[in-house]
């Protein structure tokens, strides 16, 4: 019969593991492996103070051209524009200048008529239709006439000319006549009416 293994010796191993010298540093941290990372001692060739030079005033030349390119094609941009902007507004003025000339015509056979032979009735019609088709164009180019005879008085789009006493007091600052047509173009105000205006104490 065999005999046992005999059993491993725990006071060995306690021995091998005190013999092992815990102070010695990795291979992988010595003083040659270091070096071998060392920037100065890379490998890599550096390039001459001159070339470095020209390639940066290289650079900068591209920069600058790329610049004045980019100006230039923004200028043209800009001209480009405007003339277009132009050339709308002029079709735009030129078509409402179309539209006014049917009513040119209108009145100047009007104005061409002989008064003598044509009735003042008919004068007066027919300068009321002339009227009516001006303020047609008018209207549908955006034109807005403004005649504010009773309403409140207000500075923003009226222009008091004249105060006059209120014949009762809840007409005090309310617009007793207007002298002059104020207008508006697409909300903007281009004139305001000149109004009178009734005022107990004697000012709008």
């Given amino acids: 019969m065999a005999e046992p293994a005999a059993a491993a010796d725990p006071g060995a191993d306690a021995v091998d593991l005190a013999s092992?010298?815990?102070s010695a540093q990795p291979a992988s941290?010595?003083?040659q492996t270091q070096s071998d990372f060392d920037p100065e001692h890379s490998g890599l060739p550096a390039e001459p103070q001159a070339e470095a030079v020209r390639r940066l005033e290289s650079q900068l030349d591209e920069a600058r051209e790329r610049h004045l390119r980019l100006a230039a094609e923004f200028d043209n941009y800009r001209k480009r524009n405007a003339r277009e902007r132009a050339e709308l507004s002029d079709r735009a003025q030129a078509n409402f200048v179309a539209k006014l000339l049917d009513v040119l015509d209108d009145l100047d056979r009007l104005v061409a008529s002989d008064v003598e032979s044509t009735p003042l009735a008919s004068l007066r019609e027919g300068l009321?239709?002339?009227?009516?088709?001006?303020?047609?164009?008018?209207?549908?180019?955006?034109v807005e006439r403004i005649d504010p005879r009773g309403?409140?008085?207000?500075?923003?789009i009226h222009e008091a000319?004249?105060?006059v006493p209120p014949p009762d007091p809840s007409l005090d600052h309310t617009v007793s006549a207007t002298f002059q047509s104020g207008y508006r173009f697409k909300g903007s105000l281009v004139r305001p009416a000149r109004v009178q205006v009734y005022s107990e104490q004697g000012q709008a």
């Avoid at 309403?151 to 923003?156: L, R, T, V, Y």
Wanted: no cysteine.
């Fill in 161 to 163: 000319v004249s105060i």
């Fill in 29 to 31: 941290r010595s003083e």
């Fill in 151 to 156: 309403e409140a008085f207000d500075p923003s």
């Fill in 128 to 142: 009321s239709a002339v009227d009516r088709k001006l303020w047609k164009q008018l209207q549908d180019a955006g």
């Fill in 20 to 22: 092992t010298d815990m």
